[in-house]
């Protein structure tokens, strides 16, 4: 029932921002239209915690700040790589361990790898994730696990451990 409340105020919002009108006969269109959406898409139950992630709450903008930031910083190491005469690149594939413990965690992490610069999410299996990196640092980060202790702490979950039982670090060979 939170999820159908929170999409029924999400949609109101959207409408009334993108319309701007206030009158009141256009507000009961509008309070209408989005009523005719939430009894549709309620007798089709795709109203979940995945479709509309209310759950994450807060939590989710504080992650989309740092990846915004990692992005840009991506982008201009590429810019880097791109203008250098010697285009250093040294294209490799990793496979990045995974802690999230949902399914909708796991998309947010391979999302958040396409979407900085230089890295893309091949595959998600399992716990983890293959991931193509233009260069071997790039990958580096990604097995350091900053993004994934983030991601997992955003979802709420509890946070990874950085070693296991050998004592090497996540993402060792």
């Known amino acids: 029932m939170l999820h159908t409340i929170s999409l029924g105020l999400l949609l109101f919002s959207t ?58 910083k991506a982008n201009i190491a590429v810019a880097k790589l791109i203008l250098d005469p010697k285009m250093p690149i040294d294209p490799t594939v990793v496979r990045v361990p995974t802690s999230q413990h949902t399914e909708l965690g796991q998309v947010i992490f391979a999302n958040s790898i396409t979407l900085t610069p230089g890295t893309v999410s091949i595959r ?43 004592g090497r670090g996540r993402g060792a060979a």
Do not use: Q
């Open 15 to 72: 409408w009334l921002l993108l319309s701007g009108y206030f009158e009141p006969l256009l507000l009961a269109f509008g309070v209408l239209s989005c009523a005719i959406v939430l009894v549709v898409v309620h007798r089709m139950d795709v109203i979940d915690h995945e479709g509309h992630p209310v759950h994450l709450g807060w939590r989710i903008f504080p992650y989309w700040l740092w990846l915004m930031i990692e992005i840009v």
């Open 124 to 166: 998600v299996t399992g716990n983890e994730i293959l991931v193509h990196a233009v260069v071997k640092d790039m990958a580096d980060d990604l097995l350091g696990g900053e993004m994934d202790r983030r991601v997992t702490k955003m979802e709420g979950g509890p946070l990874p451990r950085l070693f296991d039982r050998t």
